[in-house]
């Protein structure tokens, strides 16, 4: 079923405000490349989820006109929109028998909340024992960005995460200080055995998840520094790490 009017201006507000436009500004036409990254959908779903929208799940619109069309049920043409650059690169590989999930994000890119506990991105992402921590943090966005490349990383190196929401998947820690990664199935929180590691600068935040037999701490300690270093502005990316994982 089509949109109605004050439904499509109700959409053209969202995508406005999530592109820093005003909703004059958002046409048929208008690109939603920024938002096509992991971080832009889930904030983009919250928003439609608040409106009462759902967008299919393999939906990827490339413009608004895309994205009416998308929560319609209609087909559109489409000319491909340029793809924003990335502010970081995010990779799947495999050692051997491992399976490695990377991923690596802008921590200027999460919201800036009064209180994470009530904000909708916030609250629909994050599990209660992760806000809990990261408010805890002089700086939270960084600990949340941690925590929400840990859960990408993860649906990466393991395809049977893909589908499921973020706020099932969580990162808790030992009484060292050590990440671990938590699965909410519905029956009760269980530890999952993939090895985790989180890293962090100042401006990005970097995880590596990894699975398969024997899956060794000192590869994900070992791999995780190099990320953060290679997305630093000034840095070149490791040689032998992008041959390793394609980026």
């Known amino acids: 079923m089509s949109q109605t009017m004050p439904q499509t201006e109700q959409l053209r507000s969202l995508v406005a405000t999530m592109l820093s436009l005003s909703p004059a500004e958002v046409g048929d036409g208008t690109s939603l490349a920024a938002l096509n990254t992991s971080l832009g959908s889930a904030k983009l779903r919250l928003g439609l989820k608040r409106l009462g929208f759902t967008l299919p799940v393999n939906a990827k619109p490339a413009t608004f006109a895309g ?11 489409e000319s491909p929109a340029k793809a924003a650059a990335p502010v970081a690169a995010a990779s799947t590989g495999s050692l051997g028998s491992l399976k490695v999930g990377l991923d690596v994000e802008d921590i200027r890119s999460l919201p800036v909340a009064a209180d994470y506990w009530e904000h909708e991105f916030y609250r629909g992402t994050f ?39 973020p706020e099932k998947t969580a990162v808790a820690h030992d009484a060292d200080g050590q990440p671990y990664l938590m699965f909410d199935s519905g029956a ?3 530890r999952l055995a993939h090895a985790v590691s989180i890293s962090h600068t100042s401006e990005v935040a970097t995880a590596v998840v990894v699975a398969g037999v024997a899956a060794p701490a000192v590869v994900v300690e070992t791999i995780a520094p190099l990320i953060v270093e290679a997305t630093k502005p000034e840095a070149k990316k490791s040689r032998g790490l992008a041959k390793l994982f394609g980026i």
């Open 188 to 190: 009760g929180p269980e």
């Open 127 to 165: 599990a209660k024992s992760e806000i809990a921590y990261a408010v805890l943090q002089a700086e939270p966005r960084t600990h949340f960005a941690g925590f929400w490349c840990a859960k990408e990383a993860l649906r990466k190196c393991d395809s049977a995460f893909a589908g499921v929401s």
């Open 67 to 77: 994205l009416v069309a998308a929560l319609s049920g209609e087909a559109v043409a």
